[in-house]
């Protein structure tokens, strides 16, 4: 495993590069196993979550579903299915029974969510947390000297991913920008910002290059 992939979370903060990560799904527990000592590093009980698709684009979905094993691989996703709407525009981390608060603002700062209540008509799943998935969160920057050149972008992006929340826009720091490309400064929505990039017909870009991190 990639220690810095898990960092966020405390359960992995012991994990080593090597160590291995096993999750007993019958069972409900996570173990970290050390090759290099054949050792058993830490054995924890494994977080149960129920994810649904609020949006109808499947391969977003999917790519969030990829996404959210690879930050979060002490997780066990009791089932995945579409929400009961398809009109949800943000991701959410919700405690569906209220009795798992902190737990859940820990979880949802690790995996970069907001949180949330279970929204009317959604049922209580048999899991510890419920994940919506509501579409992506995009921070837009002007590449060019042209004033408005984001106008048709965001007219695209609105008819291509219509739960698609632009959170800002803004002149980027340089105006010779050579071709629209989207980055994950976060590094946790490689899979997702690459699919977006598919649909909108862009580049993808592992890094933000010479662009700052945007603060939202």
């Known amino acids: 495993s990639d220690p810095t992939t898990l960092s966020s979370q405390p359960v992995f903060s012991q ?39 609020g949006t109808t684009n499947d391969d977003l979905f999917r790519a969030f579903v990829t996404d959210l ?17 398809t009109d949800y525009r943000k991701t959410v ?20 969510l907001g949180l949330g209540d279970l929204p009317q008509g959604e049922p209580v799943p048999a899991a ?22 984001l106008t048709p972008f965001q007219t695209t992006l609105a008819q291509i991913i219509p739960t698609a929340t632009i959170t800002s826009t803004a002149p980027a720091s340089t105006t010779t920008v050579a071709a629209t490309f989207i980055a994950d400064p976060t590094n946790k929505r490689t899979a997702e910002a690459a699919v977006i990039a598919a649909l909108l017909g862009i580049g993808y870009s592992p890094s933000l290059q010479a662009e700052p991190a945007p603060q939202n």
């Open 69 to 85: 094993t690879k930050q979060a691989p002490n997780i066990i996703i009791t089932d995945q299915r579409a929400a009961t709407k």
């Open 128 to 149: 510890d947390f419920l994940i919506i998935y509501g579409g992506p969160e995009l921070v837009l920057r002007n590449g060019t000297a042209t004033p408005g050149a």
């Open 15 to 53: 994990v080593q590069s090597g160590d291995q990560i096993v999750v007993y799904k019958e069972a409900g527990n996570v173990v970290i196993y050390r090759p290099s000592t054949n050792t058993i590093v830490k054995e924890v009980a494994a977080i149960k979550i129920a994810l649904r698709n």
């Open 93 to 112: 981390l919700i405690d569906p029974t209220g009795t798992k608060k902190t737990e859940a603002a820990t979880l949802a700062v690790a995996l970069g």
